[in-house]
């Protein structure tokens, strides 16, 4: 079965400093995807990266990236240039198929300090 | 396209009562899904679907749940009689059925029962 663990309730992060989610996930199939999701405050989910178990580079978009060792089973989220907007819960996720259903983890609230 | 259409987007009911939640999918999209979140238990599969049919309802709490997909463009939560231990933010969300594509989530149901 499937499962993610973020180990970080909550993070506290300088404005314009960069920050690292873990995120740790367990699977027996070697092919699957991993994401992360924001929740501000607001309440909506909000997509932000994809990683393949295949993709030979680490995924980036704009300010993030993910820091993926698949020896490791790790996929952690790097925030750069962290910003006030970027106070909010993410979580991590992965499917093993294109049909089944995202596995989140617990998530972790991210505050961004003044 | 609007993305994933939740209806209502906030409840308060009273215990006992019956609750639907409603959720539009994206068009095209073959895979849905439900979710709960609660403080205690973070993001929870309750049930999904794929082109209709109901894949996995293991997630779903127990007998007073019930969720139907009549058609590609429909989905409905079920609840009842509701319980408080019911109160929550229900999310649905959608994909194609491709491993590399995130599932679109709606804004959420926020289900209070007093």
């Known amino acids: 079965a499937q499962k993610i663990t973020q180990t970080q309730p909550g993070m506290f992060v300088q404005e314009k400093e960069a920050v690292t989610l873990d995120c740790t996930y367990d699977?027996?199939?070697?092919?699957?995807?991993l994401f992360w999701y924001k929740q501000p405050s607001s309440g909506e989910m909000i997509f932000l990266i994809y990683q393949g178990s295949y993709d030979q580079q680490n995924a980036t978009e704009g300010r993030y990236s993910l820091n993926f060792q698949k020896a490791r089973k790790s996929a952690n989220l790097v925030i750069s240039a962290s910003q006030l907007g970027d106070s909010a819960m993410y979580f991590c996720a992965m499917r093993d198929s294109g049909n089944t259903p995202l596995v989140f983890g617990k998530g972790t609230r991210l505050s961004v300090i003044a | 396209d609007a993305g994933v259409i939740q209806s209502p987007r906030h409840e308060v009911t009273e215990m006992g009562q019956e609750v639907t939640l409603r959720c539009k999918p994206i068009?095209?999209?073959?895979?849905l899904f439900w979710y709960r979140q609660t403080m205690m238990r973070g993001l929870e599969l309750l049930i999904y679907?794929?082109?209709?049919?109901?894949?996995?309802d293991s997630g779903m709490p127990e007998d007073r749940f019930s969720a139907k997909m009549p058609n590609a463009s429909f989905s409905t939560l079920k609840i009842q009689p509701s319980e408080p231990r019911d109160s929550a933010v229900y999310f649905c969300a959608s994909s194609p059925e491709v491993m590399n594509t995130e599932a679109f989530f709606g804004q959420g149901t926020r289900l209070t029962v007093v």
């Open positions: 068009s095209g999209h073959n895979s």
């Open positions: 699977t027996s199939d070697p092919s699957y995807g």
């Open positions: 679907f794929n082109n209709n049919v109901p894949i996995d």
